[in-house]
């Protein structure tokens, strides 16, 4: 194309390449063509998300070559010494230095397969849009609470540290719900303060206002357990374990009395644990059925997945 010039822009040691949204001017690190910025999911091609030290190195690169093409005979030199210098100085850095920075989460997408290197816990996968926070409860969350019932934690702590697990990541789904689907200013209001500890206020919430189910395809005995638990949190967490007043008015309970101790078996945490998971990935479907992932890197890497024929 006319007025263009290639420029070569190399990865870092990893093999990753830093990226800046243009829209929030965020930083992450992924391959080498993004298409979603994991914070706040704007879309672009992915040269709009070269990096600012990207950026620098592009532009110096087309001065110097304009420089050349257009001046007279001669040679024209980049110094590559002064790029390894650079990199164990404290010195202002030359034009032409690249480098990019390690961030918190290290994830790879489950639906594409990119590499992804973001600041907190949960984003989007800057090639395909797809959410880590599934992933990430059901593949890191819900296995360490696992892992400590089994290596002699109680359970009331797993009912506690399980529904404390729910609600951040269904927090998290809410505010990009808020953020990105139009609603009233009453729904929006109302989704900013909610907490989500009261299953059936939760359940009510999400499927009135964005038609999602949390506990689609569950048993009514799982989905009253479940309910059960969320008030029997509280009191893990606040009231040590004592039944109060609020607990019996709120769910009716009669199993207990006022004053009680609540104690939970193993299997019961380890039942809650499995539903907590079967809530999450129903909000994670109805997520993505409103904020649907880019399709392309998802049908590519199935079919990079997928067995050859003639294989195992």
């Given at each position: 194309?006319?007025?263009?010039?290639?420029?070569?822009?190399?990865?870092?040691?990893?093999?990753?390449?830093?990226?800046?949204?243009?829209?929030?001017?965020?930083?992450?690190?992924?391959?080498?063509?993004?298409?979603?910025?994991?914070?706040?999911?704007?879309?672009?091609?992915?040269?709009?998300?070269?990096?600012?030290?990207?950026?620098?190195?592009?532009?110096?690169?087309?001065?110097?070559?304009?420089?050349?093409?257009?001046?007279?005979?001669?040679?024209?030199?980049?110094?590559?010494?002064?790029?390894?210098?650079?990199?164990?100085?404290?010195?202002?850095?030359?034009?032409?230095?690249?480098?990019?920075?390690?961030?918190?989460?290290?994830?790879?997408?489950?639906?594409?397969?990119?590499?992804?290197?973001?600041?907190?816990?949960?984003?989007?996968?800057?090639?395909?849009?797809?959410?880590?926070?599934?992933?990430?409860?059901?593949?890191?969350?819900?296995?360490?609470?696992?892992?400590?019932?089994?290596?002699?934690?109680?359970?009331?702590?797993?009912?506690?540290?399980?529904v404390a697990a729910f609600d951040s990541v269904v927090g998290q789904y809410a505010k990009q719900l808020v953020s990105l689907v139009p609603l009233s200013k009453a729904r929006k209001s109302r989704l900013e303060r909610q907490r989500f500890h009261d299953l059936a206020e939760a359940r009510s919430v999400f499927k009135n206002c964005f038609d999602i189910d949390l506990c689609a395809g569950m048993k009514d005995a799982d989905i009253q357990a479940t309910a059960l638990a969320f008030h029997r949190r509280h009191l893990y967490e606040h009231n040590g374990g004592e039944v109060d007043q609020?607990?019996?008015?709120?769910?009716?309970?009669?199993?207990?009395?006022?004053?009680?101790?609540?104690?939970?078996?193993?299997?019961?945490?380890?039942?809650?644990?499995?539903?907590?998971?079967?809530?999450?990935?129903?909000?994670?479907?109805?997520?993505?059925?409103?904020?649907?992932?880019?399709?392309?890197?998802?049908?590519?890497?199935?079919?990079?997945?997928?067995?050859?024929?003639?294989?195992?």
């Open positions: 194309m006319d007025g263009c010039f290639p420029v070569f822009v190399q990865s870092d040691s990893e093999g990753r390449f830093g990226h800046d949204c243009p829209a929030c001017g965020s930083y992450w690190r992924s391959g080498p063509w993004p298409a979603v910025c994991p914070y706040c999911a704007a879309q672009a091609p992915g040269h709009q998300f070269l990096s600012k030290a990207q950026l620098r190195y592009v532009s110096y690169y087309c001065s110097v070559l304009q420089e050349a093409l257009g001046g007279a005979d001669g040679e024209v030199k980049i110094d590559m010494d002064v790029v390894a210098d650079a990199t164990h100085s404290d010195e202002e850095k030359p034009a032409f230095y690249v480098s990019e920075q390690s961030q918190q989460q290290k994830f790879s997408c489950v639906a594409c397969g990119e590499f992804n290197d973001i600041l907190g816990r949960f984003g989007y996968c800057s090639r395909c849009g797809t959410r880590n926070d599934m992933a990430d409860f059901e593949g890191r969350s819900i296995p360490e609470i696992r892992d400590r019932l089994k290596a002699g934690g109680t359970a009331e702590n797993a009912v506690r540290d399980g609020r607990y019996l008015d709120q769910t009716g309970d009669t199993t207990v009395n006022l004053k009680q101790t609540l104690h939970e078996s193993a299997a019961s945490a380890h039942d809650l644990l499995g539903s907590l998971l079967k809530m999450v990935k129903n909000l994670h479907v109805g997520f993505h059925e409103l904020i649907e992932p880019l399709p392309e890197p998802i049908r590519d890497f199935e079919r990079r997945s997928a067995p050859r024929k003639g294989t195992a």
